[in-house]
């Protein structure tokens, strides 16, 4: 069982920054890839970014690319979403996911667990 912790959401204007957090808790963080996805009302999950266990392989959605970027600490068991140059429809709930498997997946459906999600809103 892994349980995980999102936070770091709020309230920032368009073209400021965010960075998001998801402590694990569980089993071995190290041994699974982690994931970020967003969910805009009426809207469906989409993928942001994930990260392969160790960190070398990571993988971004292009609607993100170039200002938004995953990292994590396998010591600390957390997970990061650095966003900059926010804009308004990067508005959504935020969902950290964990994948036992170590390389990096986009479809929600290849996640074992979620957490419950963080509010990020964007102000034109």
């Known amino acids: 069982q892994v349980q995980l912790v999102e936070s770091g959401g709020g309230l920032v204007q368009a073209g400021g920054s965010l960075r998001l957090s998801c402590a694990a808790s569980g089993r071995t963080f190290g041994s699974y890839a982690m994931g970020w996805f967003r969910q805009a009302p009426g809207k469906e999950r989409e993928f942001v970014a994930a990260?392969?266990?160790?960190?070398?392989?990571?993988y971004y959605a292009d609607s993100v690319k170039g200002r938004f970027t995953i990292s994590r600490d396998n010591a600390k068991n957390t997970v990061y979403l650095q966003m900059n140059s926010l804009k308004p429809e990067d508005t959504a709930v935020y969902y950290c996911?964990?994948?036992?498997?170590?390389?990096?997946?986009?479809?929600?459906?290849?996640?074992?667990?979620w957490g419950q999600g963080t509010q990020v809103t964007v102000s034109s």
């Open positions: 996911a964990a994948r036992f498997r170590l390389s990096v997946a986009s479809e929600p459906r290849e996640y074992d667990y």
């Open positions: 990260i392969s266990w160790s960190g070398g392989n990571t």
